[in-house]
């Protein structure tokens, strides 16, 4: 397909009538699903703008942030107040994973997991309310791994579903005001997020090579993970069209999802251990 032929595909894809040329901006827009978003909506006719450290792609509407830093956070959403004036969604999508025996873990890259999950979004929603108007919107792109514990994810599980929590109070705080805020747990999708995720193997005889064994078996299933440009159609029409408070993508994720809510946790949390928990047969 041509680039022209594609330009083509997204408008008609992205073509609604209501709230056209929105402001919306995207956090972690610099590749993957981030990416794909910002050419969805730029496609439907709103201008969107990439938040992230760098600008591989030259994206027209570009702002350095890096959501760690609280100033940076600050400082971006001051230029775009500049720039635009104002903010008609914000969609905290700036992410990244973590994997190894949670007792292992380093303090100083689980605090970076956390300044980015969570508290990358507390910091961009907080600044970005101070200029979106009362039929704005915050998305929340979390992750199935807030719903289902998984082991050697402990610490990106509980940082994802610390941002579902953090978008369910905010809904309720800004449901006077009008501002609607929106979790999507996306399970997962073909993009860099595992190559760039954090990785540690370190171990002792309690563990063994599970944390190793157990990342590699969730790594070599890249291939089957939802495509980045189909996940982000589905998230692009949560994001621009629907109010619920809480979206799953992937049928596999809604399946999970309905089961958890008929077992006992122990049960459940014993099959994904079995699952998941990868171990040497040897």
């Keep these: 397909m041509s680039a022209a032929q594609k330009t083509l595909a997204l408008r008609r894809f992205c073509c609604y009538t209501k709230d056209m ?34 600008n591989p792609h030259n994206h027209a509407h570009f702002f350095a942030c890096d959501v760690s830093c609280p100033d940076s956070c600050n400082a971006a959403v001051e230029q775009i107040k500049q720039a635009y004036g104002r903010i008609d969604m914000l969609i905290n999508n700036a992410g990244l994973g973590i994997s190894g025996a949670t007792e292992h873990l380093p ?4 605090k970076k997991v956390l300044d980015v999950d969570y508290l990358g979004a507390l910091r961009l929603s907080r600044a970005a ?27 990106y599980c509980s940082a994802k579903a610390a941002m579902n929590m953090l978008g369910y109070s905010m809904r309720m705080e800004l449901s006077a005001y009008g501002v609607k805020v ?7 999708i073909k993009t860099e997020f595992t190559a760039n995720r954090l990785k540690f193997n370190e171990t002792d005889t309690k563990y063994g090579n599970s944390p190793q064994l157990s990342a590699e078996a969730i790594d070599k299933n890249v291939d089957k993970r939802m495509d980045c440009r189909k996940a982000a159609k589905k998230i692009y029409k949560i994001a621009a069209r629907k109010n619920g408070a809480l979206y799953i993508v992937g049928a596999k994720y809604k399946f999970f999802n309905f089961i958890q809510r008929l077992l006992p946790v122990r049960w459940f949390l014993a099959i994904l251990n079995k699952i998941f928990n990868k171990k040497d047969k040897k």
């Design 21 to 54: 040329n929105k402001i919306v901006v995207i956090s972690g827009g610099s590749s993957g699903l981030g990416k794909e978003l910002l050419e969805l909506f730029s496609a439907a006719g709103d201008t969107a703008i990439s938040l992230s450290r760098s």
């Design 182 to 188: 929106v979790t999507i747990c996306p399970g997962e």
């Design 107 to 110: 303090d100083e890259e689980v």
């Design 129 to 155: 309310l101070k200029i979106m108007p009362s039929s704005g919107r915050i998305i929340m792109i979390s992750s199935a791994c807030a719903l289902f514990a998984l082991p050697y994810r402990g610490v």
